[in-house]
Nanobody
Framework: QLQLVESGGGLVQPGGSLKLSCAGSPFALEHYAVGWYRQAPGKQREVLACIGSGDDAPTYADSVKGRFTISRENVQNTVFLQMNSLKPADAAVYYC????????????????WGKGTPVTVSS
C-alpha cells in the first residue's frame, strides 16, 4: 500500500510562506493523483489542490488559487505545496492524499492518506 508522509508545517506570520512536502513510498507518486487538503478545528476537510497522473494542469480551490502551487518532483518521489501570502484563515492541519495508479482527480475518498502536518498563521 502507498505510504505518504507530510512535512514542512509550522508557525508563520501572516503574509509569509511555507512549503509542504508529501513523500511517497514504495510506489512512484507520478502514477497517482495527489491532492493537498486541510482541516481546521470544527470544519470539514477540504481539497485545496490536485495534480493528476497525466498531463492535465493542476486544479485549485478558489480559496487558495493564485497563492498556493502544487508541484511534483519525481526523482524525490515527492509532491510539494508552496503556500504564499498566508492568512490566519489558512491555519489548519494539512494532509496529502493519493489515488491510483493512474488517478486523475482528487476527492475526499482517496485511497491513501498521510497523517498531516500542522500550519499555524499568527503574528
Amino acid at each position: 500500500q502507498l505510504q505518504l508522509v507530510e512535512s514542512g508545517g509550522g508557525l508563520v506570520q501572516p503574509g509569509g510562506s511555507l512549503k509542504l512536502s508529501c513523500a511517497g513510498s514504495p510506489f512512484a507518486l507520478e502514477h497517482y493523483a495527489v491532492g493537498w487538503y486541510r482541516q481546521a478545528p470544527g470544519k470539514q476537510r477540504e481539497v485545496l489542490a490536485c495534480i493528476g497522473s497525466g498531463d492535465d494542469a493542476p486544479t485549485y480551490a478558489d480559496s487558495v488559487k493564485g497563492r498556493f502551487t502544487i508541484s511534483r518532483e519525481n526523482v524525490q518521489n515527492t509532491v510539494f505545496l508552496q503556500m504564499n501570502s498566508l492568512k490566519p484563515a489558512d491555519a489548519a492541519v494539512y494532509y496529502c492524499a493519493a489515488d491510483g495508479p493512474y488517478g486523475s482527480t482528487c476527492s475526499l475518498n482517496m485511497a491513501s492518506w498521510g497523517k498531516g502536518t500542522p500550519v499555524t498563521v499568527s503574528s
